[in-house]
């Protein structure tokens, strides 16, 4: 299995705090690759330099053998590389197709001016975007309620619906950041399913998790990341008996 996306020597630092020192990794093509490591350890930062949402001060991101490093997250997700956002707060009363027709709309494809302007490009631009839309609800199991406002789902339903978001934008690679966090364990089970079967369709998929269960269950490889790099890399049990690892974690995290 081959890189699709490569990071090399990646450098940020915030008010002179170096977060990141020469991250370097690389996630194999139709791999499910977890990044753990303790609290602060950069990962979030990491995925903002993979996504675009940050310009690092150092070091190179490729995705697909294509540098990204300075590409405007936008671009990056035409090229298939989509993260996966919390909602937006702003649409409470959109509904579910809605939202993501909006998400839909927000890549670039080259109907998107037509359907401003009307005609029949632009026609043609919407039904396929809802026809999209409609697939992935399905995919989801969201198409009861596709027709509810976001606000009337559940915490678990509107995970979903981030998820829902990122897959219209038909990524090769999605990037989670604690995609679980703060939902309950039947809806993180739901969730994992998901993840498992989006893998199987293809989509290589970078998830960072505290859950070690659930990186254990659905991460290989996975990358560990402690003080601005990578520590080491293997499968999830080669990991937890790395010495080297516990004593990263230990005393450190907070949250546990
Ligand atoms: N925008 C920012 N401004 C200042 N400091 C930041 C900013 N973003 C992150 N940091 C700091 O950078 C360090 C690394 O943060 P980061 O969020 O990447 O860690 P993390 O590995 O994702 O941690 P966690 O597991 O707690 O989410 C932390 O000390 C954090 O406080
Ligand atoms: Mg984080």
Request: hydrophobic share 40%.
């Given at each position: 299995?081959s890189?699709l996306l490569t990071v090399?020597?990646?450098r940020?630092?915030?008010?002179g705090?170096?977060?990141?020192n020469?991250?370097?990794?690389?996630?194999?093509?139709g791999?499910v690759?977890?990044l753990?490591?303790?609290n602060?350890?950069?990962?979030?930062?990491?995925?903002?330099?993979?996504?675009?949402a940050?310009?690092?001060?150092?070091g190179r991101v490729?995705?697909?053998?294509?540098?990204?490093?300075?590409?405007?997250?936008?671009e990056?997700?035409g090229?298939?590389?989509?993260?996966?956002?919390?909602?937006?707060?702003?649409?409470?009363?959109?509904?579910?197709?809605?939202?993501?027709?909006?998400?839909?709309?927000?890549?670039?494809?080259?109907?998107?001016?037509?359907?401003?302007?009307?005609?029949r490009?632009?026609?043609?631009?919407?039904?396929?975007?809802?026809?999209?839309?409609l697939?992935?609800a399905?995919?989801?199991?969201?198409?009861?309620?596709?027709?509810n406002?976001?606000?009337?789902?559940?915490?678990g339903q509107k995970?979903?619906?981030?998820?829902?978001?990122?897959?219209?934008?038909?990524?090769?690679?999605?990037?989670?950041?604690?995609?679980?966090?703060?939902?309950?364990?039947?809806?993180s089970?739901?969730?994992?399913?998901h993840?498992?079967?989006?893998?199987?369709?293809?989509?290589?998929?970078?998830?960072?998790?505290?859950?070690?269960?659930?990186?254990?269950?659905?991460?290989?490889?996975?990358?560990?990341?402690?003080?601005?790099?990578?520590?080491?890399?293997?499968?999830?049990?080669?990991?937890?008996?790395?010495?080297a690892v516990?004593?990263?974690?230990?005393?450190v995290?907070?949250?546990?």
């Amino acid at each position: 299995m081959s890189a699709l996306l490569t990071v090399e020597g990646l450098r940020h630092g915030f008010y002179g705090v170096q977060v990141l020192n020469g991250a370097s990794f690389e996630v194999r093509q139709g791999t499910v690759t977890g990044l753990i490591g303790p609290n602060g350890a950069g990962k979030s930062t990491a995925i903002n330099a993979i996504s675009g949402a940050l310009l690092p001060q150092g070091g190179r991101v490729s995705f697909a053998g294509t540098d990204i490093t300075r590409l405007p997250p936008r671009e990056r997700v035409g090229l298939g590389l989509v993260r996966s956002f919390q909602l937006a707060r702003g649409f409470p009363r959109l509904s579910v197709f809605d939202h993501l027709m909006l998400y839909g709309q927000g890549h670039p494809g080259e109907g998107f001016w037509q359907s401003l302007t009307g005609g029949r490009a632009g026609r043609q631009h919407e039904e396929r975007l809802a026809e999209t839309a409609l697939s992935v609800a399905r995919r989801l199991k969201l198409d009861h309620v596709i027709d509810n406002p976001v606000s009337a789902l559940s915490g678990g339903q509107k995970k979903l619906v981030e998820i829902g978001r990122a897959l219209m934008a038909e990524p090769r690679m999605i990037l989670f950041d604690e995609p679980m966090a703060g939902v309950n364990p039947t809806l993180s089970a739901q969730i994992a399913e998901h993840l498992t079967a989006l893998n199987e369709e293809g989509i290589t998929i970078c998830l960072i998790e505290h859950d070690m269960a659930m990186v254990a269950r659905l991460c290989d490889p996975v990358i560990v990341m402690a003080e601005g790099r990578k520590m080491t890399e293997g499968s999830f049990a080669e990991v937890v008996a790395d010495k080297a690892v516990q004593e990263a974690y230990l005393g450190v995290r907070h949250d546990a």
